[in-house]
């Protein structure tokens, strides 16, 4: 549990992080024991929230004071969130916690403005009546009827699982709808690693399952069976294929598969008594009768081409230090599972640049091909504008919109684009995060990147693999650890024993989470300590300052990011910057060449800009077509002076690739 009071750069500090409990393993709990686990955290807050705590003596207060406190959401992946709050889960047709939206067909509907809340008190009455039923039967059919157990979370006046029960943006978009696009739909992987049966031979219309003529069990099988009727039958072996199709749709029930045949027009001409094998082998004969794989004339994404650019701008692409990497040889079996992070940093920065590099505005094409390529490339670019905005560090009601109306049009164009795509409870609950932007703000405050962090530094500690007994060590080692972090932090703790931090924070830290660069003032003048010492000036920079002897630093830590000179680390030396701290003027790509202090102390940067496009040979720049993708085409030439800029005048870093010898692409890495 992490405190919403405190600041946003220490609120997910490990010390600062509340762990409740670990849950014995090796499995995870059932449904209905998960309540017995998380009763005593949930009676502690409804205490806190009805009657208060008293605190016997706090920072501000030393006579004590009473508080409250509140569960303000729930935030995990989508399986995990329904456990939690025992509702059905994402593959029934109960789909959704937010929204009244029923049955999987409804996955890609886009008319968001017609979806009405789900009712917590509607929610409330069912998940009671679940728990003051009599029997297990009348348990289930209630269950069967309205998706909802009950769970210890009512026991919150408060609670509504409709906005409170959020759509984590790291599940739903970086490990949900990103890798599902790239590997999926533009098959940008090798062969080894995306299965055949994730994909379809063609598109069919099944319609909708009319309410209250089938049970949830059954609804679920005829989503089953049509699934596996538009499945690929590999051409080479065709008999194996459809014996296991047959032996598929014989374990199904025989009400779903009557359904399916009356829905398809193909019942079965038998006089007499009608078997299950009878409408199996009424459903094979018409599968028979369709195409067995896609088509192949559609153009092939995943090409040798493609993939050699993406590895190719991932290898040569100039980054800063704290932008997370991508494995150079994506694509392949050997690059292994891509973490959520790694996926935020290919769909923000490199799949954009290689993809628009090869198919935008100025490349050439056949002209059917170019056409069919554009139209990908514009619906690729829809969902990366949509991640952008979903993962900035402000939010504003205008963002919000901007971030729905991309995500609308990825989803509403997605079977056009992709015939043979399927939908998703992630396409669906997309939606939903514009209402959470706008309830809870930028999604970096209250995503479950850190949580992930978190467990990942408890999985680190050593244990004795004794279930029931390492969940003990497990947490009694965090909590020696937090303490002993916050005793160092104190501002009465020896010199000596703060030396030891470093290796303290490499044990348990997260990874890439602690440098060995000082801490700096957060304000606008960074001051060089007074024993600095002072070094020869290279000429360039003397005619800049007009000094022989200056204090010159390899790298400089400011707001929590690292700067460097281009000599020390190409990547963190790239910066935009307002000239003259003018933040009514257009922003400025420079790569910084020194970093030196003047005679008050003060540090600042020497740098050299990007010059511009020639406006005589001026190239078209295809990335000027996505507006909320902040890249832009320039020179790869350096302006030959020096220039003085304030560290406070820089915004953020840039990314840089060149696309030719003449033209380099420079995305803004700003975290606003």
Known sequence: ???????????????????????????????????????????????????????????????????????????????????????????????CSACDCYHKSTYGRVDFENWKPRDKDKLRAYAEQWRDAATSAEREALFKAHGVRYSELWHLPYWDPSRQLVIDPMHCLLEGLVPYHTRNLLGLTSKSTVSASTLTAFSYDFGEVPPGTMTPKEMTQISAIQALLVSQITISDQDTCFDKLKDSLSHKNTQPLKFVCNTLGCMPKKVGRTFKIDYVNVLLDWRRGKPLTAPQDEPQFGTAEVLGRICDVIRDTSVPTWLGSVPSNFGEASAGTL??????????????????????????????????????????????????????RTMTARRATAYRSYISGYVGKLKQIHPTSSLRPNHHASFHLYDYLLLFGPAHSWWSFPFERLI?????????????????????????????????????????????????????????????????????????????????????????????????????????????????????????????????????????????????????????????????????????????????????????????????????????????????????????
């Open 339 to 392: 973490k959520a992070d790694e996926w935020r940093s290919l769909i923000m920065v490199y799949l954009p640049i290689a993809l628009v590099s090869l198919w935008g505005a100025g490349t050439s094409h056949s002209d059917e091909l170019d056409v069919r390529l554009r139209v990908v490339l514009d619906h690729t670019m829809e969902l990366v504008s949509a991640v952008y905005l979903a993962c900035g």
């Open 1 to 95: 549990m992490a405190c919403l009071n405190l600041p946003g750069d220490i609120r997910y500090k490990p010390e600062n992080m509340y762990v409740a409990g670990i849950i014995p393993g090796p499995k995870q709990p059932s449904l209905k024991n998960l309540n017995h686990y998380i009763r005593p955290l949930i009676n502690d807050l409804a205490d806190s929230w009805e009657r208060g705590i008293k605190f016997s003596k706090t920072a501000c207060y030393p006579d004590g004071r009473v508080t409250r406190s509140a569960v303000a959401l729930v935030v995990c992946d989508l399986p995990a969130a329904r456990h939690v709050a025992s509702l059905a889960g994402v593959s029934s047709h109960f789909y």
């Open 456 to 672: 990942g530094i408890l999985q680190r500690l050593p244990i004795n693999h004794k279930f029931g007994e390492l969940e003990n060590t497990m947490l009694r080692s965090y909590i020696k650890a937090t303490k002993f972090r916050c005793w160092l932090a104190r501002p009465d703790c020896p010199p000596a024993i703060q030396e030891c931090r470093i290796l303290f924070d490499r044990v348990y830290a997260p990874n890439g989470a602690t440098d060995p660069l000082p801490e700096d003032p957060m304000d606008d003048v960074v001051l060089a300590p007074d024993s600095a010492i002072t070094s020869a000036v290279p000429e360039d920079l003397f005619t800049l300052i007009r000094r022989r002897k200056a204090v010159l630093r390899a790298s400089l830590k400011y707001d929590g990011i690292i700067y460097s000179r281009a000599s020390t680390h190409l990547g963190n030396s790239q910066v935009f910057f307002y000239p003259g701290g003018d933040r009514s003027l257009t922003l400025v790509p420079a790569n910084i060449t020194y970093i030196y202090g003047t005679l008050t102390g003060e540090m600042m940067f020497a740098v050299q800009r990007h010059l511009p496009l020639d406006p005589h040979n001026r190239p078209i720049d295809p990335f000027s077509m996505y507006s909320e993708f902040p890249a832009k085409l320039y020179s790869t030439n350096l302006q030959s002076c020096l220039e003085k800029v304030k560290v406070s005048w820089v915004v953020g870093h840039f990314a840089r690739w060149a696309v030719s010898d003449c033209h380099t692409v420079i995305l803004s890495l700003s975290r606003d």
